[in-house]
């Protein structure tokens, strides 16, 4: 069987996380805060600067991307010491063999050394996220109704998750 391996990317690797973040926009696009056109017009260099400014991780397998996760400090200066974990997605095919919970431990290694605290946010009924954020010890502090308005007319609520490194 092939190993799959997990690594942080590098400077200049802007393409690889445009590449993969387009991909999830397109399959699972509701499970996330933004649009597929939203990202779609973001320019090259918002994903090179994720990149360079958070971490980045993806999983991969004979070269090819089967998965992400991004965290990086939140901007105000008051709130860098804690950290947004964003962007997580797994190819369909590559789902349910631990490749989540193997991005995630990744993200929470990088994580430690940057910030205090981790939060994320998630669709409520994105049960299959839910039980991986649960198991990786992220814990429910807030919920927020009608959170997003879908662009299929759909209101869905979102639960927020934070997580102490320190
Ligand atoms: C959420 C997602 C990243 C999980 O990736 P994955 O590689 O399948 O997850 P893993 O195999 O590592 O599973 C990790 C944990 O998630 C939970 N989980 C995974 N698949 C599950 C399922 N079908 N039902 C319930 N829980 C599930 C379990 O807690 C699991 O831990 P366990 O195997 O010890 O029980 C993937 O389903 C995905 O990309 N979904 C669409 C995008 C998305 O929802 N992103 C999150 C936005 S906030």
């Not at 971490?55 to 105000?76: C, I, Q």
């Not at 649960?134 to 919920?143: I, N, Q, S, V």
Request: hydrophobic content about 45%; proline content about 4%.
């Amino acid at each position: 069987m092939t190993s799959t391996t997990i690594r942080r990317l590098q400077p200049g690797e802007g393409p690889v996380f445009q590449a993969i973040r387009l991909i999830a926009m397109r399959l699972d696009e509701s499970t996330f805060g933004s649009t597929l056109a939203e990202e779609e017009a973001r320019p090259d260099s918002w994903f090179e600067d994720r990149v360079r400014a958070d971490g980045v991780f993806v999983a991969e397998a004979d070269g090819r991307v089967l998965g992400v996760v991004a965290v990086g400090p939140k901007a105000p200066a008051k709130e860098r010491h804690k950290g947004l974990v964003y962007s997580m997605f797994v190819l369909p095919g590559g789902r349910g063999r631990g490749l989540g919970a193997a991005l995630m431990a990744a993200c929470l290694d990088y994580a430690r050394d940057v910030v205090e605290i981790v939060q994320l946010v998630v669709v409520s009924t994105n049960a299959v996220a839910v039980a991986l954020y649960e198991a990786a010890g992220f814990e429910r502090y807030g919920f927020e109704p009608r959170a997003l308005l879908q662009t299929d007319g759909r209101y869905t609520d979102d639960l927020h998750m934070w997580k102490r490194l320190k």
